[in-house]
């Protein structure tokens, strides 16, 4: 039988019925599972056996989730995790060791830079950063030891992308694993593993949820990158609950319809912003004027729900515009079906020195909105509002 399309997918694989015979998924919030005798239970530890053994590693509705977003991905396999952050510390725990060398796209989510700076380091493992869309900088930051290359395409919060065939060349000519977050635009927009990456890495909290109910991340690769992934993570614990895994799951089942309507809405409300006279620079790849604009025509099948702009102000003026706003909530998530808007440089990029922030392009005078599923012309009203106060 071929591969079902992306649709029907989202909605069918994956989940394997009990006796029961129940439609929706079921959730199975036991910590630990009984076994048939003492041999079973030694054969299931040893992994002679397959079956579940105990909720920290193996559960059915965490299973499932795993399954559908594999499939998803196109991807052989799956481990899913508590949050995005910690999808994103087991893929570098679990594949590099000290004395290892990351290469990273210093146009990242504020927290990663931060755990590559204060945490990663620790371990005795180098990271040096580059220009997400210069792929001279990737070449010429290449060492010896480097063993990962790490970058967001489209980056949070501006939107800068990356040719990820061409990277993926480059790092495997140089033996690289190529370690590509997919957060801002899900498999239902772009497919990493489809255009040479070797790891596909998952914030579900945002989009593959939707509705701001949970937190979790996963990671999607080949059997043996994901074995070591999940060695991590079965001995370390930052796994994802079957309570969360139930709520995603169920997310993933409308994922491409609501990033579809995330995609409409955004372009309408960048096409506007860039025309107003309070606004100085609009960033969103769906956008002409974007410089990357054809590169994210050619591998994505959208343009994802988060616009950024700066205004013509400094950062008075961009507290009056949120403080300001009606129908926008004021909160650092995205990916929701409520529309949110934030100041990146004293909220998801806060932490960054101000030499960092000057470097990743994050003013003062930028705001980030995760356009949401509202009517249009209601949002746009909104932002008016705000910016004429």
């Known amino acids: 039988m071929s591969k079902k399309k992306f649709d ?9 019925r009990t006796e029961q015979q129940e439609h929706s998924e079921a959730i199975f919030t036991t910590s630990s599972f009984v076994f048939d005798s003492a041999e079973q239970a030694e054969k299931r530890f040893s992994n002679q056996e397959k079956g579940n053994v105990y909720s920290r590693f193996t559960n059915p509705t965490v299973d499932a989730f795993e399954r559908k977003l594999a499939s998803l991905e196109n991807g052989e396999s799956c481990v899913a995790t508590a949050s995005g952050m910690s999808s994103i510390f087991a893929t570098i725990m679990g594949l590099l060791s000290p004395g290892d060398h990351i290469v990273a796209s210093r146009s990242m989510f504020g927290t990663t830079i931060v755990l590559l700076d204060k945490i990663v380091s620790r371990f005795g493992i180098e990271v040096d950063y580059v220009n997400l869309s210069d792929i001279n900088e990737w070449k010429v930051a290449i060492k010896s030891n480097t063993k990962m290359f790490l970058l967001e395409t489209p980056s949070n919060p501006l939107g800068e992308v990356i040719d990820i065939s061409n990277l993926s060349k480059l790092s495997k000519t140089n033996d690289i694993l190529l370690a590509v977050d997919n957060c ?10 489809d255009l040479g990456a070797d790891i596909s890495i998952q914030s579900a909290t945002k989009y ?4 701001g109910r949970s937190l979790a991340g996963a990671v999607i690769s080949n059997q043996k990158i994901i074995d070591e992934i999940r060695l991590f993570t079965r001995s370390t614990g930052p796994t994802l609950s079957p309570f969360n895994a139930w709520v995603v799951l169920k997310g993933l089942e409308t994922l491409r319809i609501r990033m579809e309507a995330h995609g409409s809405n955004a372009l309408k409300f960048a096409n506007w912003l860039q025309n107003h ?3 100085k620079k609009v960033f969103y790849t769906g956008l002409k004027s974007h410089p990357h604009h054809e590169i994210a025509k050619k591998q994505q099948e959208g343009f994802g729900g988060i616009v950024s702009f700066e205004l013509q102000g400094g950062k008075a003026k961009a507290f009056d515009v949120i403080n300001n706003v009606k129908i926008m909530s004021i909160s650092a998530n995205l990916g929701d079906t409520k529309t949110t808007i934030t100041h990146p440089a004293s909220t998801t990029h806060g932490r960054l020195p101000p030499e960092q922030k000057v470097e990743s392009g994050i003013t003062d005078s930028l705001l980030r909105v995760s356009v949401g599923l509202e009517d249009i012309d209601d949002l746009i009203n909104d932002m008016n509002n705000a910016l004429l106060v």
Not at 184 to 193: I, R
């Open 8 to 16: 029907t997918d989202a909605v069918r694989s994956g989940y394997q």
């Open 184 to 193: 801002l635009l899900t498999p239902a927009l772009q497919k990493p593993l």
């Open 208 to 211: 593959i949820d939707g509705q």
């Open 277 to 279: 006279k309070e606004v």
